[in-house]
């Protein structure tokens, strides 16, 4: 079972008639089988703005799935899921901000690994290539995220 929570945020009266309140993320009779396993089943809800939205349940109940789904990195094998009141494929990307759970996991990847991945994220072509010339990382291509300084690291 899925539990989801919206804290909403104190704004004054002109900030808030400058949001757009309309349905942020919209999630319909959502579903995900892998195999004979039911993993999300007839999951809905909507989230609108401004607020902070948390996820809760037990492990295994489906919120990595869930959140997978929603930043179209896995297909639901039903239901819908809508960005701003408009499908996901293509995308958003550009719209939405991903804080990874584990990002620590990807100190194993090497300098262009990191940054193809981000390249990737935001289709940039040839992006992994852009982002190591900007951080000036060219010769450090091979390296470790592990084995940069500190400010190499914040630069990539």
């Not at 900030?15 to 959502?30: F, G, K, M, N, P």
Request: with cysteine; glycine share 10%.
């Amino acid at each position: 079972m899925l539990a989801f929570f919206l804290m909403p945020v104190a704004i004054d009266a002109a900030v808030a008639l400058r949001w757009d309140v309309t349905a942020i993320l919209s999630v319909e009779r959502l579903h995900k089988r892998f195999g004979d396993t039911n993993v999300l089943v007839d999951v809905t809800f909507e989230v609108r703005g401004p607020g902070i939205t948390g996820i809760l349940g037990p492990n295994g109940a489906g919120k990595t799935t869930l959140l997978d789904i929603v930043q179209g990195l896995s297909e639901a094998t039903g239901g819908s899921v809508a960005l701003f009141g408009q499908g996901i494929d293509p995308y958003p990307r550009r719209r939405v901000g991903v804080m990874l759970q584990k990002e620590a996991q990807l100190e194993r990847c090497t300098t262009f690994e990191y940054a193809k991945l981000f390249a990737a994220i935001y289709g940039i072509e040839d992006g992994a290539e852009r982002i190591l010339q900007r951080a000036r990382l060219e010769s450090r291509t091979h390296v470790p995220l592990s084995r940069l300084s500190g400010g190499e690291a914040a630069r990539l």
